[in-house]
């Protein structure tokens, strides 16, 4: 039985690719979203913390060169999280997500995760289709904004934003798709703050994104995010409070950068 299940998945994967691949060739003018933040190659490592107990892993890689969806430039970006083994007892992770992000407009074209968390797990597989603010799901096809963004590539295009003349407080807003639904969030600039880090310390932008409050998050304002002042904008720490507990997640190595690392100090 579950193999016929894995079967028909794998059939309707197929289809949805091919119905997309010949939509896509109309052609769109996406946007013009400037980015000098991140470029090919780039990974990111993370070191995730609960309470005081080394948890898990996250990894972050753009694929060293374009990946075309319906005939556009993309990157093609995975992120993977692996709670340690020593952890595992108490809670097993290993999520993977992937996005495919449009290199003109920074905004998703496709969208894949499969996940499994402890008991839970969840595949899903989406394709954005801007032009007719609609999308098409491997289990629903719905209407979206314009320019909607899934969280793994949120996360790549607030690195594009810019920010000389924000203030402390004012926000930026930031759909996103998750699971099946539409969340019309935002986030909020929190100024400059120094924070000491793997690498020394590092000059940071202080953010604090708008969360769904579900089965993880308690709160919307539970989370803080601390990005590297200088080009490349990386997500040095992010610390947030959680149903159980609460979750530090620290950068601990990078490769592939687009720019130098300026904000260390």
């Given at each position: 039985?579950?193999?016929?299940?894995?079967?028909?998945?794998?059939?309707?994967?197929?289809?949805?690719n091919?119905?997309?691949?010949?939509k896509?060739?109309?052609?769109?003018?996406?946007?013009?979203q400037?980015?000098?933040?991140?470029?090919?190659?780039?990974?990111?490592?993370?070191?995730v913390?609960?309470?005081?107990?080394?948890?898990?892993?996250?990894?972050?890689?753009?694929?060293d060169?374009t990946?075309?969806?319906?005939?556009r430039?993309?990157?093609?970006?995975?992120?993977k999280?692996?709670?340690?083994?020593?952890?595992?007892?108490?809670y097993?992770?290993?999520?993977?997500?992937?996005?495919?992000?449009?290199t003109?407009?920074?905004?998703?074209?496709?969208?894949?995760?499969?996940?499994?968390e402890?008991k839970?797990?969840d595949?899903?597989?989406?394709?954005?289709?801007?032009?007719?603010?609609?999308?098409?799901?491997?289990?629903?096809?719905?209407?979206m904004?314009?320019?909607?963004?899934?969280?793994?590539?949120g996360?790549y295009y607030?690195r594009t934003?810019?920010?000389s003349d924000a203030?402390v407080?004012?926000?930026?807003?930031?759909d996103i798709?998750?699971?099946?639904?539409?969340?019309?969030?935002?986030?909020?600039?929190?100024?400059?703050e120094?924070?000491?880090?793997?690498?020394?310390?590092?000059?940071c932008?202080?953010l604090r994104?708008?969360?769904?409050?579900?089965r993880?998050?308690?709160?919307?304002?539970d989370?803080?995010?601390?990005v590297?002042?200088?080009?490349?904008?990386?997500p040095?720490?992010v610390?947030?409070?959680?149903?159980?507990?609460?979750?530090?997640?620290?950068?601990?190595?990078?490769?592939?950068?687009?720019?130098p690392?300026d904000?260390k100090?």
């Amino acid at each position: 039985m579950k193999t016929n299940i894995k079967y028909i998945a794998l059939t309707l994967i197929v289809m949805l690719n091919f119905s997309f691949t010949q939509k896509e060739n109309a052609a769109f003018q996406f946007r013009q979203q400037n980015n000098k933040a991140f470029g090919f190659g780039e990974a990111l490592t993370y070191r995730v913390h609960y309470g005081w107990l080394n948890a898990a892993r996250i990894t972050m890689k753009v694929d060293d060169t374009t990946v075309s969806v319906g005939k556009r430039p993309t990157y093609h970006i995975v992120a993977k999280g692996k709670t340690n083994k020593s952890f595992d007892w108490m809670y097993t992770v290993r999520d993977r997500f992937e996005s495919y992000l449009d290199t003109t407009g920074i905004a998703p074209l496709k969208y894949f995760k499969t996940v499994q968390e402890d008991k839970y797990t969840d595949t899903d597989l989406v394709y954005y289709d801007h032009e007719g603010k609609s999308l098409r799901g491997l289990k629903k096809n719905m209407e979206m904004p314009e320019y909607v963004q899934d969280i793994v590539s949120g996360t790549y295009y607030a690195r594009t934003i810019d920010f000389s003349d924000a203030y402390v407080g004012k926000t930026y807003p930031l759909d996103i798709y998750l699971d099946q639904k539409i969340y019309n969030l935002k986030f909020k600039y929190m100024g400059i703050e120094t924070i000491k880090s793997d690498f020394g310390k590092v000059r940071c932008i202080k953010l604090r994104p708008q969360l769904v409050v579900d089965r993880v998050f308690k709160d919307e304002d539970d989370m803080t995010i601390w990005v590297s002042d200088d080009k490349n904008r990386l997500p040095i720490r992010v610390k947030t409070d959680i149903w159980v507990g609460s979750l530090k997640v620290d950068l601990t190595d990078y490769s592939g950068l687009a720019n130098p690392f300026d904000a260390k100090l």
